[in-house]
């Protein structure tokens, strides 16, 4: 599909073609179940459920990241992640979460720390036309620390 040069996408001694676009592949049934055997992965096709595509746009991006620094440390996150809009509710204790279609409306963010440390909130609006990137940041001082943002968000239909 042009999105990976054919000297890089045919490397190595497995190649395997498919009539599939870049993003079908990682969605499909077939191509998954070819990758689980070439990785000598054991599962029953009954294991693999075909997926959808995902939808880009619009869609919204919210990342938690870690603002600590500390050498040579992966540290856990410093807080979960819940949004409200409308009647829906997202929530994420890794730092991600990815929301195809957006309701346009009020958001309501909290963070729920964790644990101490400082924090950087992205928030990515992503339309067929442009993306806009958003950063928050903020400190959780003590475990439990609530921190709340409302915003605006709208996407045309």
């Given at each position: 599909?042009?999105t990976?040069?054919?000297?890089?996408?045919?490397a190595?001694?497995?190649?395997?073609g498919?009539?599939?676009?870049?993003?079908?592949?990682?969605?499909?049934?077939?191509?998954?179940?070819k990758?689980?055997?070439?990785?000598?992965?054991p599962?029953?096709?009954?294991?693999?459920?075909?997926?959808?595509?995902?939808?880009?746009?619009?869609?919204?991006?919210?990342?938690?990241?870690?603002?600590?620094?500390?050498k040579?440390?992966?540290?856990?996150?410093?807080?979960?992640?819940?949004i409200k809009?409308?009647k829906?509710?997202?929530f994420?204790?890794?730092?991600?979460?990815?929301?195809?279609?957006?309701?346009?409306?009020?958001?309501?963010?909290?963070?729920?720390?964790?644990?101490?440390?400082?924090?950087?909130l992205?928030i990515?609006?992503?339309t067929?036309?442009?993306d806009?990137?958003?950063?928050?940041?903020g400190?959780?001082?003590?475990?439990?620390?609530?921190?709340n943002?409302?915003?605006?968000?709208?996407f045309e239909?």
């Amino acid at each position: 599909d042009q999105t990976v040069l054919k000297s890089s996408a045919i490397a190595g001694d497995n190649v395997y073609g498919f009539n599939l676009n870049h993003g079908e592949i990682i969605y499909q049934k077939q191509p998954i179940e070819k990758i689980m055997t070439v990785l000598n992965i054991p599962f029953q096709s009954t294991d693999i459920v075909q997926g959808q595509p995902t939808i880009i746009s619009p869609s919204l991006i919210f990342a938690l990241f870690d603002y600590s620094v500390i050498k040579n440390q992966i540290l856990p996150p410093v807080g979960e992640l819940l949004i409200k809009v409308d009647k829906k509710n997202y929530f994420d204790n890794s730092g991600l979460i990815f929301i195809e279609k957006p309701l346009t409306g009020q958001y309501h963010l909290t963070i729920n720390g964790l644990r101490k440390g400082s924090y950087q909130l992205l928030i990515g609006e992503i339309t067929e036309n442009s993306d806009r990137w958003t950063t928050y940041q903020g400190r959780i001082s003590e475990i439990n620390q609530k921190d709340n943002y409302t915003l605006y968000l709208g996407f045309e239909k």
